[in-house]
């Protein structure tokens, strides 16, 4: 899969290395419905190699995805991500 990068998901100063990682790699992602003339945004919670917890957003486009947005996790996602990094800790635990 294709992975592009907008110059504006360059502005938080985040490597295309981390956001491949998290992309990868990610905990959890959900849509955001578009509207207003926005297409469908996803929203990529995860750690990057080291460790670094970020937000990545990505539309999708015809021959991959598309970057356009990426920091460290803010509160307003922070507890979404931590719900799941409890889950997946709880499942590797019980095994």
Not at 17 to 29: D, G, Y
Not at 34 to 44: L, P
Not at 48 to 54: F, S
Request: glycine letters at 8%; proline letters at 1%.
């Amino acid at each position: 899969m294709l992975i592009r990068f907008t110059q504006s998901a360059r502005k938080h100063k985040i490597g295309t290395t981390r956001v491949r990682h998290v992309l990868a790699h990610t905990t959890v992602a959900f849509t955001i419905p578009g509207g207003d003339g926005k297409a469908e945004r996803t929203v990529w919670l995860g750690a990057d190699h080291e460790g670094r917890v970020l937000e990545v957003m990505t539309i999708n486009i015809d021959d991959g995805l598309l970057v356009i947005h990426a920091m460290d996790i803010r509160a307003k996602y922070r507890g979404r991500y931590d719900q799941a990094t409890s889950c997946e800790t709880e499942r590797e635990t019980n095994r």
